[in-house]
């Protein structure tokens, strides 16, 4: 008789790690309510151009990652490998804007992605993030930032590091754009997919796993900033001081996901070793409007429950 075992990059929650995930929901639940954010929850599947329409053709989700596949009808769908997008179809179709001006929610559930399992990271992985709309302000920035910090250091995590950068507006990425154009194309030994998405998307080469240490001099976006996106960013690091929120501005940090404008982040901890990234996320303020809404500036981030315990 077969033994079944569960599919490589899964896993049964129970025991210990069933006790830790209630806590962490608890905790996070608390902490979003005590913020003012409401919990939406959207289906583990969707059409799949909602995916790569917004986190962008040359992401390693997009091109590698996702389980896509066809139902009865031949419908293209996707298993959710993250959570923004789905919730912001969520607040274009049942036209929350219109409930709530500004609106604060946050989901919890599974995703999946098809990728090499390892610490903490699975195939079929929980996550929770937040997502506050409609408010362009760097005041949102900071709290989403210091609401991710404080939900880690309420489950008594310790080294909490906050790394932070700006990506700039449409107008600062295009002169971004060249720069790192004219500085990677002098490097004459970039790995395949470096040299591939040198054409389409070169922001990407900076968050190569592979070609990193090349990358010593590579150009700092900080150097492109326009006027109002350095005013902006300089802003959200005078908030964070003035809660005596240690963080570190990290030219190399773009995040994997092609929505991010402005100010992208991640909160990291060395005790839990190589993959220390626990908390990630960054404003959006296209991407509403890219996937058939209004403009609304918006900014969140998730957290990986498996990583975080």
């Not at 959006?284 to 998730?302: C, T």
Request: aromatic share 10%; proline share 3%.
């Amino acid at each position: 008789m077969a033994i079944y075992k569960a599919p490589r990059g899964t896993h049964d929650i129970f025991g210990k790690l069933a006790l830790g995930l209630e806590k962490l929901d608890s905790i996070s639940r608390q902490i979003f309510k005590k913020h003012n954010f409401k919990e939406v929850k959207t289906p583990i599947f969707e059409d799949v151009n909602l995916f790569t329409r917004s986190i962008g053709q040359t992401t390693d989700i997009v091109e590698k990652e996702m389980y896509v596949f066809e139902d009865k009808k031949a419908r293209k769908l996707a298993l959710r490998p993250e959570g923004t997008a789905s919730l912001v179809r969520a607040y274009i179709e049942h036209n929350f804007d219109a409930i709530e001006p500004i609106g604060k929610f946050f989901y919890s559930g599974e995703m999946f992605r098809y990728e090499r399992p390892q610490a903490g990271r699975y195939r079929q992985f929980l996550q929770m993030g937040a997502e506050y709309f409609a408010n362009p302000s760097p005041n949102a920035d900071a709290e989403i930032i210091l609401m991710a910090k404080e939900i880690l250091s309420a489950l008594n995590i310790k080294d909490i590091k906050i790394h932070i950068n700006s990506l700039g507006c449409e107008k600062c990425r295009a002169v971004f754009r060249q720069k790192l154009v004219d500085y990677f194309s002098s490097i004459s030994d970039l790995c395949q997919d470096c040299t591939r998405r040198l054409d389409k998307n070169p922001l990407r080469l900076l968050d190569c796993k592979i070609d990193s240490n090349k990358f010593d001099n590579v150009p700092a976006m900080q150097e492109c900033l326009c006027e109002q996106c350095n005013k902006h960013f300089d802003r959200v690091q005078t908030l964070l001081k003035t809660v005596n929120c240690d963080y570190q501005v990290d030219h190399k940090l773009v995040r994997g996901l092609d929505y991010y404008t402005r100010t992208v982040f991640e909160v990291r901890s060395s005790s839990v070793g190589s993959q220390d990234a626990l908390c990630a996320g960054g404003r959006y303020d296209n991407l509403v409007k890219e996937l058939g809404g209004q403009q609304i500036a918006s900014v969140g981030f998730a957290l990986g429950c498996e990583r975080v315990l």
